[in-house]
T-cell receptor, first 112, second 111 residues
Framework: DTAVSQTPKYLVTQMGNDKSIKCEQNLGHDTMYWYKQDSKKFLKIMFSYNNKELIINETVPNRFSPKSPDKAHLNLHINSLELGDSAVYFC???????????FGPGTRLTVT | GEDVEQSLFLSVREGDSSVINCTYTDSSSTYLYWYKQEPGAGLQLLTYIFSNMDMKQDQRLTVLLNKKDKHLSLRIADTQTGDSAIYFCADDGGGADGLTFGKGTHLIIQP
């Protein structure tokens, strides 16, 4: 069974559109994250979410918003997509500090 | 902000040892991690080390940590073609707010 899953795996869309990427973990973890990996393979934390507490990396535009309908899901909504949003987005989860972070397979977003 | 630095490329011959180095600035880091990413794939945790340890060995992998110098290294013994990947160093900043990753070291294996 997949521990952390993301849908879709690939997403191609036009500039200006609004899109969502879904993430689900079946591990019972308390904390979930979104990371962005750009075309140079650089990985950066975007958000962490734990028990309704959201911590946002200050460099993330407010067009990005995470939504957690329940503890097992943390979806990423992106409004008014821009070319620079093209990247691979990874969801991750962990039971807490000091434990392994389990990463999803990634969603490759291409904005045209 | 906190920073993690690594060389972008390392080229080694098959059968030799690979040593990937990493430096970090966050003195409150509790755990430091090494992740592997193969082309087109996700992130695979290779190993991690608690900040009060100075060495951890797991089969072909040896992690060395110099906390005073904030230097972390990953040694892969008997490097194989299947080890060709990007290796990311990451630290937890002492909390659960997310990992800070280095830019990744591309390990290139020469026959």
């Amino acid at each position: 069974d997949t521990a952390v899953s993301q849908t879709p795996k690939y997403l191609v869309t036009q500039m200006g559109n609004d899109k969502s990427i879904k993430c689900e973990q079946n591990l019972g973890h308390d904390t979930m994250y979104w990371y962005k990996q750009d075309s140079k393979k650089f990985l950066k934390i975007m958000f962490s979410y734990n028990n309704k507490e959201l911590i946002i990396n200050e460099t993330v535009p407010n067009r990005f918003s995470p939504k957690s309908p329940d503890k097992a899901h943390l979806n990423l909504h992106i409004n008014s997509l821009e070319l620079g949003d093209s990247a691979v987005y990874f969801c991750a989860s962990t039971p807490g500090q000091g434990y392994e972070q389990y990463f999803g397979p990634g969603t490759r977003l291409t904005v045209t | 902000g906190e920073d993690v630095e690594q060389s972008l490329f390392l080229s080694v011959r098959e059968g030799d040892s690979s040593v990937i180095n990493c430096t970090y600035t966050d003195s409150s880091s509790t755990y430091l991690y090494w992740y592997k990413q193969e082309p087109g794939a996700g992130l695979q945790l290779l190993t991690y080390i608690f900040s009060n340890m100075d060495m951890k060995q797991d089969q072909r992998l040896t992690v060395l940590l110099n906390k005073k110098d904030k230097h972390l290294s990953l040694r892969i013994a008997d490097t194989q073609t299947g080890d060709s990947a990007i290796y990311f160093c990451a630290d937890d900043g002492g909390g659960a707010d997310g990992l800070t990753f280095g830019k990744g070291t591309h390990l290139i294996i020469q026959p």
